[in-house]
């Protein structure tokens, strides 16, 4: 799973954040995604269909480059749900509220030990 990669087309400038093989996995992140208020799409998904192999795989992508930071931060709690217990903190460098589930602030990126 590679992210990180930039996408332009005209002004709209999109990052991928997420790759994988399962479609029921990406269907269901881009669906937590938007609940969550993140725009995103998902490319490559009639390909990865058609040919399962890595270079197809389909991809999840934010649509703006500035909900990056968010969706990364959203994925590393669906990877890691112990961290939802957790109690909610501010941002040391930033002031941003943050839900205890998070490790790094959505907004600077600063790591949540940076806050104790």
């Given amino acids: 799973m590679e ?12 990052k991928r954040v997420f790759t994988s093989p399962d479609s ?3 269907g269901l992140l881009k669906n937590m995604l938007r609940k ?5 799409v998902e490319i ?6 058609i040919i399962p192999a890595a270079p197809f795989q389909a991809e999840l992508w934010v649509e703006d480059e500035a909900d ?3 969706a990364v931060a959203f994925l590393e709690q669906w990877r890691d749900p112990t961290a939802a217990d957790r109690t909610d903190w501010v941002c040391p ?3 941003e ?3 205890g589930q998070f490790r790094k602030c959505w ?4 790591k949540r030990d940076a806050a104790a």
């Fill in 3 to 14: 992210s990180g990669k930039l996408l332009r087309l005209d002004t709209l400038v999109m």
């Fill in 24 to 26: 029921a996995e990406m």
């Fill in 36 to 40: 969550a208020g993140l725009r995103c």
């Fill in 44 to 49: 490559n998904e009639q390909m990865a269909h």
């Fill in 107 to 110: 907004k600077c990126s600063s």
């Fill in 93 to 95: 460098r930033c002031g």
């Fill in 68 to 70: 990056y930071p968010a």
């Fill in 97 to 99: 509220q943050l839900g």
